[in-house]
């Protein structure tokens, strides 16, 4: 029996509020699976935020730090060539209790631990874009401190807006790089 995605995700986190977030967000607090007042997002839009919390009524977080301190799981869903320091500004912030789940297309989880303490637990996740209407098919990556329960909670939380798959991460660099050859 699957869990309830509320009991595997207790506070979410998105660190960017674009399309993909947004497509997650409608997914989830949008049908009433995870409530709205267990959700954060904080981007540098403000008119994009803005319109999200109307939409959906979700918690705003003033920046990225106090997104850190109001949520568990964090969806890092910034733009990739943003994603460096984004992390720099939150390494001091990710503590044990924290799961981050990268959607940062072609940046590999070695990269992103570099960049985070050690033992650092993360999720490497490729959606693609029909996502954005809800029939995606996302492949997850799980970086080598991620747990079988952070695992459960990422397929849990693309699958609500398509299929999410576990796949090795060599895998998803092959799927990200057939959609740029089209």
């Known amino acids: ?56 009524e979700i918690n705003l977080a003033a920046d990225a730090r106090a997104l850190m301190r109001a949520a568990d799981v964090i969806v890092l869903a910034v733009k990739p060539q943003t994603l460096p320091e984004v992390l720099d500004s939150i390494r001091e912030c990710v503590e044990p209790r924290h799961l981050l789940i990268s959607i940062a297309a072609g940046i590999a989880l070695a990269r992103i631990a570099q960049r985070l303490p050690p033992r650092t637990r993360l999720v490497r996740v490729m959606p693609n874009t029909p996502a954005l209407v809800g029939r995606g098919a996302a492949g997850v990556a799980r970086g080598e401190h991620a747990t079988p329960a952070d695992l459960r909670a990422t397929l849990a939380l693309f699958g609500a807006v398509g299929v ?19």
């Open 1 to 56: 029996t699957m869990m309830p995605l509320a009991q595997l995700i207790p506070t979410l986190g998105f660190l960017g509020a674009g399309n993909m977030a947004g497509a997650v967000l409608r997914g989830t607090v949008g049908r009433g699976l995870l409530p709205a007042t267990a959700v954060w997002a904080c981007d540098i839009d403000a008119a994009k935020l803005d319109a999200l919390r109307r939409e959906l």
């Open 164 to 182: 999410a798959r576990e796949v090795a991460e060599a895998d998803l660099d092959a799927v990200t790089a057939r959609e740029h050859a089209r």
